[in-house]
């Protein structure tokens, strides 16, 4: 059953060396508390996926925490590439890291497979497409009833998930909504899963009966992190901060300026400083 | 070329806009961030004023105010007609055959309208990592067209490119037909000097327009390909004062927003 911890209890609890983890939100709702967490306690030899690995998983790769990852666009969205996960590519600096390349509808069919219980995916993808000859994972199947041959891939299972959502109730039901990318299918593909929230609020009444809401019973821990997906963003709550992805394309390009960012930033900070991050994008409204 | 005093306009303003005005209001267009996203919607504020926009975080039919840094920008989501979750976005609208027009740029494109956005040099050991191909794999097998925006140069229209993100019509001819794909896959391709189209035969993008104060030496010397011409060629329409105004507005109030000037740091 779910329990409301501390961010860096619920981290301790469920994150473990070696892990494979995902870390989800597509654009929106990136749990960057719970990853800066994850730095502050010093993993390594973590499979990390996502989707868009983003500006946490640049962060991790550049910190060495990752043995792999996961992914299928591994840029700075709209700014440019992602400098210390391309340092770690060409260079194997701070370490080699291996990687396993998929497209959007690839990744996006492997979580809902792993949330299906199921062992693989199946769709009409990569046909042409360069990627099926560098990952051995992309295979294909005969439809037995038409014939017409698919992109098989494995389902995606992460040991644990990481998500932002808006909020929990008291009893710890979750409500993801606006862009909610794969919230959904990363939480019930993982064993266990790990949920930051903007506040916590006495029940879901008023809600509309078709929003994503995530039962208590699929969730390990919730940590109430206000602001915890900045630069990222929460609809409802605080714009995507734009100036600050561009500003990190500058920040990761050297070495010693991203140690020194994340020293001062991540490793003498905690996750109380988050809400304060966010004020200037809450909306004057 | 993009000689702002002479024309009244730069090359990149005349590629927006000659790209915007081949979409139609009953398009339902997967737009790509950059150029593409610019173009669709001065489509969207000109002339297309019913057109599907369709980002690839799952919202449809969106109408921002300003062009998103992300394809996830806040502002997608609200004023789309729906927002759905991005498996059902891939399933459902994208491999269902919903899209009529699929438009991506590109980092490096060949002749056949094959993009690579994810190497330069050896995939296992490459001289520069790109981000990759995201949406753009399948984008371009299962949306019924392909429009491709993007601006010359020797590096990024090449004879060979390093990796197949996308497949365009890979060797020509009926190579899709050989690999069981059964959309049409590049039709148009926009520069900043050009409009092209693939010849019906070998699939090989042809000049067909020139935009103004363009020539066929300067698509020459900016391609890393022999070029080929139709025979008649055209010149492509210069930038009408609301096309030109409706652009660098969309522009002016984006670079704001984005820097946290407008929307952000003074709310």
Known sequence: MVKFLPLKEAVAENLHDGDTVAFEGFTHLIPTAAAHEAIRQGFCDLTLIRMTPDLIYDQMIGMGMARKIVFSYVGNPGVGLLRRARDAIENGFPRVIEVEEYSHAGMANAYEAGAAGLPCAVFRGYRGAGLAAVNPNIKSVTCPFTGEVLAAVPAIRPDVTFIHAQKADRKGNVLVEGIIGIQKEAVLAAKRAVVTVEEVVDNFADLHPNLTVLPNWTIAAISVVPGGSHPSYTHGYYERDNAAYLEWDEIAADRDRFQAWIRKNVIESSADVFAGRVEHLRKAA | ?267
């Open chain 2, 1 to 267: 070329m993009s000689d702002a005093d002479n024309l009244g306009f730069t090359s990149n303003e005349m590629m927006t806009i000659a790209a915007s005005r081949a979409l139609k209001s009953e398009d339902v267009c997967f737009v790509g961030i950059g150029a593409p996203s610019a173009a669709c919607n001065v489509a969207r504020l000109t002339h297309a004023p019913d057109i599907t926009l369709i980002y690839e975080s799952g919202t449809i039919g969106t109408a921002p105010d300003v062009l998103p840094l992300s394809i996830g920008d806040g502002e997608l989501c609200e004023t789309a007609v729906t927002t759905v979750a991005v498996p059902e976005m891939f399933r459902y609208w994208l491999q269902g055959g919903r899209i009529s027009i699929g438009f991506l740029g590109a980092a490096q494109l060949d002749k056949f309208g094959n993009i690579n956005t994810t190497v330069i040099g050896d995939y296992a050991h490459p001289k520069t990592r790109l981000p990759g191909g995201g949406g753009a794999p399948e984008i371009a097998t299962s949306s019924r067209q392909v429009y491709i925006t993007m601006a010359q140069s020797k590096r990024g229209m090449v004879e060979k490119i390093d990796f197949f993100t996308s497949f365009g019509h890979g060797d020509g001819g009926d190579h899709r037909k050989r690999l069981g794909i059964d959309t049409a896959g590049p039709t148009l391709l926009i520069t900043d000097l050009a409009i092209w189209k693939p010849d019906p035969a070998t699939k090989e993008f042809t000049v067909v327009s020139l935009h103004p104060g363009a020539t066929r030496e300067q698509v020459q010397e900016t391609c890393g390909w022999v070029v080929k011409f139709a025979e008649a060629l055209d010149e492509t329409p210069a930038p009408t004062e609301l096309e030109l105004k409706t652009l660098r507005d969309l522009q002016a109030r984006t670079k704001a927003a984005h820097q946290g000037t407008a929307k952000g740091r003074a709310a």
